[in-house]
């Protein structure tokens, strides 16, 4: 059931992403936008399924996690992020309550829904909701 719930939670937010991506941008321009006055921090190997609000492929660059608290992730994969494309479906098969670098994400053609592939999470480079400017 678990795994029914984070797949359907993985459709819906790769279709939100590609609507964003859609807006002319280039992946470089997108992570630019989605960091725009963080700092980042050092490296998580797993951040928690639960706190997950919205993810972005970046082609080529990786994925970003942001989550309910404001903390972006910036994933950079452990292999080639050249075949990644933002309209790809994001499949990931967990066997805890977290989204760790050992995980493997299976991707999925959002047009013809067929597998194409898989790639291996790198480690969370999070990138905190900067605190806010006091008046």
């Not at 795994?3 to 359907?8: D, E, Q, S």
């Not at 994933?75 to 075949?83: C, K, M, Q």
């Not at 047009?111 to 900067?130: A, D, H, T």
């Amino acid at each position: 059931m678990k795994l029914v719930h984070l797949l359907i939670g993985s459709v819906l937010l790769a279709g939100a992403a590609t609507a964003e991506a859609r807006t002319g941008l280039t992946p470089q321009q997108r992570l630019e936008k989605a960091v725009a006055g963080r700092v980042a921090e050092r490296p998580v190997n797993c951040i928690n399924l639960r706190d997950i609000r919205s993810t972005e492929i970046l082609d080529g660059i990786g994925i970003v996690y942001t989550t309910n608290g404001g903390t972006v992730y910036l994933n950079r994969l452990r292999g080639p992020a050249s075949f990644l494309d933002d309209d790809d479906i994001l499949v990931t098969k967990t066997f805890s309550n977290q989204l760790c670098n050992i995980d493997i994400v299976q991707l999925v053609d959002r047009n013809g829904r067929f597998p194409k592939g898989s790639i291996s999470l790198g480690e969370f480079v999070p990138y905190p909701k900067p605190p806010k400017a006091r008046s």
